[in-house]
DNA sequence: GACCTGCTGCGGTTTG
């Protein structure tokens, strides 16, 4: 045993006997030292089941207990951005302290109440708990946060990479700064997180005011080796004979992963309930027992975690077709391969799933890439000649096998979480300032790039008789109007993001899951869902609620959904591809050929030569190179001078009726600085929770800084004039 | 042209 061990307590050192561990892995030790030797805030990364909880607990676990706080409180706090995360995590902490008589307590939705009171009449050892219950405990119990994280050591920040810019990660960061203000110090930051690119940033979003002092642990080795293939189909070939691609590829999976544990990523919870039904009629039509299984987050908990199951225990071959439900999260074991139809949305995407497969030590990692490409007829365009699809799932693989990764994105406003935040610190305090609001959510807390004006003016949007969210007293004080307490005093307040209305789907008294109530849906219809075949008998609109019985036919049904946002260096990425010669060796046959054929059109049409291109009479085909967010930031400026515009995977369609548009013209004017207006009336700008309550003006700031690069504009037009 | 995540307090009923 090392050094480190001896630094442990010595309930942890007889744990970890108990366990039949030879050692403690690199990462383990490496963390005791930094954490019983230091008191620098800490990231912690590696792979899933790296052993990365272990590595955070063991030394924190002894800390308490070779140091027993003074005074009463939670000693340490776990956020974890899942339920099932907490109870697994919670599970483990249990049996590490079991002879340490320290508490842990999970906390979250589905934890009983009579455990919750239980920690908050006498708190104490370890808390688990999501970011929106621990929302709930400053709304609700504000004025008891120190008295129960008085005495707090650390905190404990799970799957770190998946908050660092979302949304509920801002929110998490300024519950944060919320509560090292009421305590009135900071507390230890320890950050779990999977490797993924740049962790330089990581340290930059777990302690802002001081990255520099972050110390990271990163876990090192452990790449296995790599297979793969991307196999090629060609889709919409009227010819009977030809089974559809979708068929093919069915079959294909059914030949190659049945006997074995497998991932699928479908890329749409649609795309899952199509393959799934598919697959099980295959097993069917070969009367083998099913070993196929739909996983997306619109099905019942307990077919879920059916799956779950399934993969975890070994016990019986599993092959699970899924969105990124099964991407992060709690573990399921190792998986033979992993499959992924259609080009995913992101590199970081592609290794986390990645991940899960390659993991027992001499297996190496396995990935099948399936792309589906129009058949080409004399009438088709550009977009589908150009076999974008493909080309991207070519770049994606390249970049992942340089190890690339896309980086968090710069700080939007988060203007919509901003109001949640001012509604929960009135809350919590019961009365706030102007001014203590701005100095706790814009200087300490994570709010820094909103300035005074914009700020006065959200305060003010918030105070309208008609939102009538806050009021002030006569001295100044900020209060909650009648509309602002109704708004939080409800449970439905906690969480800040935006989530659509939706049905359950019911059969024989049993919850099958749950649908956006943006399908039709009438008696008598029927549908494709949890990977079988249902007919519609009752629709209970009061109730939102839909019975279903078994049936034959069936289609698929809408779950709706965002555009991706793919990145600059994905892009730039696709043309080096489309420019290039050669094919990687991992391409099947028809891959190699969609790829040939996209290249030959990309010259033919001159786009190896010329960034704009005709594609017939006041139709233009214009090439960007860059992402999603640029290329949407000229799509609005083009159509706010009058052109329509269509946008594709660095490129755009423009087109007018009128022959006095002058494409080339408007792209100058743009360039010599002609103010640029990208939002009319019409361009919806709410997109998320809390945006219902602001003011146009204060969408169009929030708009800027999330949706579009207005100062990237100037340089991409440039660049487009130069090579016209 | 996409995916995912979360939720309190109280009143009523049943059971020991």
């Not at 908990?301 to 991407?327: N, Q, W």
């Not at 300035?451 to 008609?466: I, R, S, Y």
């Not at 006041?618 to 290329?631: D, E, M, P, S």
Request: a neutral charge.
């Amino acid at each position: 045993m090392t050094q480190a061990f001896e630094r442990l307590a010595r309930p942890i050192q007889k744990w970890i006997r108990s366990q039949g561990w030879r050692e403690l892995r690199q990462i383990q030790s490496q963390a005791v030292h930094a954490i019983i030797g230091g008191k620098a805030d800490l990231i912690i990364a590696a792979n899933t089941a790296g052993g990365k909880t272990e590595a955070a607990f063991l030394p924190l676990i002894s800390q308490v207990l070779d140091e027993p706080a003074q005074a009463g409180g939670f000693d340490l706090l776990y956020i974890g951005p899942l339920k099932a995360l907490i109870s697994d995590q919670a599970h483990r902490l249990e049996d590490i302290c079991r002879e340490t008589g320290l508490a842990v307590t999970p906390w979250h939705g589905d934890v009983s109440a009579s455990v919750k009171n239980r920690a908050l009449k006498s708190p104490g050892g370890i808390l688990l708990i999501t970011p929106e219950s621990l929302e709930a405990l400053f709304i609700r119990r504000g004025l008891e946060i120190p008295r129960l994280f008085g005495a707090t050591r650390a905190i404990i920040i799970d799957e770190l990479h998946t908050v660092l810019d979302s949304e509920r990660g801002v929110q998490m960061r300024s519950l944060l700064t919320r509560m090292e203000l009421a305590i009135g110090r900071p507390i230890r930051r320890v950050g779990l997180s999977a490797t993924l690119g740049d962790m330089e940033l990581a340290r930059a979003y777990l302690r802002p005011d001081n990255p520099d002092g972050v110390g990271l642990l990163k876990a090192e080795g452990g790449d296995a080796e790599l297979r793969l293939q991307l196999r090629g189909y060609i889709a919409g070939d009227k010819d009977e004979e030809t089974p559809s691609a979708t068929h093919r590829i069915a079959q294909h999976l059914f030949t190659n992963l049945r006997g074995s544990d497998n991932l699928v990523f479908a890329g749409s919870r649609q795309s899952v309930e199509i393959y799934a039904d598919h697959l099980r009629r295959l097993c069917e039509d070969e009367r083998l027992p099913q070993e196929f299984y739909p996983h997306h987050a619109s099905l019942s908990r307990d077919h879920r975690e059916f799956v779950e199951r399934r993969l975890k225990d070994g016990s019986k071959p599993t092959t699970a077709i899924c969105t990124s439900t099964l991407e992060l999260g709690i573990d399921i074991g190792d998986v033979t391969c992993v499959a992924q139809i259609g080009a995913p949305f992101s590199v970081a995407s592609l290794w986390q799933r990645l991940g899960r497969s390659g993991r027992r030590a001499g297996q190496p990692a396995v990935l099948r890439q399936y792309s589906v490409e129009t058949l080409l007829t004399p009438e088709s365009n550009y977009v589908d000649r150009l076999r974008l699809g493909l080309v991207r799932s070519v770049a994606m693989i390249d970049l992942l096998l340089e190890k690339w990764c896309e980086p968090p994105r710069p700080q939007a406003l988060h203007l919509s979480t901003l109001v949640h935040q001012i509604l929960s610190v009135i809350a919590e305090r019961g009365g706030a300032t102007a001014g203590r609001l701005y100095r706790i959510l814009c200087q300490e807390g994570p709010f820094k790039k909103v300035e005074v004006p914009v700020f006065m003016e959200v305060l003010k949007a918030l105070g309208q008789p008609e939102a009538g969210l806050i009021e002030q007293s006569d001295d100044g004080m900020l209060l909650l109007g009648q509309a602002g307490e109704k708004l939080v005093e409800h449970y439905t307040f906690y969480a800040v993001f935006q989530t659509p209305e939706e049905y359950r789907l019911i059969s024989g008294g049993k919850e099958l899951g749950t649908l956006p109530i943006v399908n039709v849906m009438a008696p008598g219809m029927m549908l494709i869902f949890s990977g079988r075949r249902w007919a519609i008998q009752e629709i209970d609109d009061r109730d939102k609620v839909i019975m279903v019985n078994p049936s034959k036919g069936g289609t698929p049904p809408i779950f709706g959904g965002d555009p991706g946002d793919i990145h600059d260096r994905v892009i730039e990425r696709m043309f080096e591809v489309l420019e290039g010669t050669g094919a990687p060796a991992y391409m099947d046959r028809t891959a190699r050929d969609l790829l040939e054929e996209a290249r030959r059109h990309y010259s033919q049409i001159g786009l190896a030569t010329s960034s704009v291109v005709v594609l017939s009479k006041n139709r233009y085909a214009l090439a960007t190179r860059v992402g999603t967010t640029k290329t949407m930031t000229l799509a609005l400026a083009l159509r706010a001078s009058g052109f329509m515009v269509e946008t594709h995977d660095g490129f755009l369609t423009v087109s007018s009726k009128d022959d006095a548009f002058d494409l080339n013209g408007t792209l100058k004017r743009i360039v010599a600085g002609e103010p640029v207006n990208l939002f009319d009336v019409q361009t919806n700008l709410v997109f998320e929770k809390f945006h219902p309550y602001l003011t146009r003006g204060l969408l169009e700031t929030d708009a800027l800084t999330a949706k579009v690069d207005h100062a990237a504009l100037r340089g991409l037009c440039e660049q487009i004039v130069e090579r016209w």
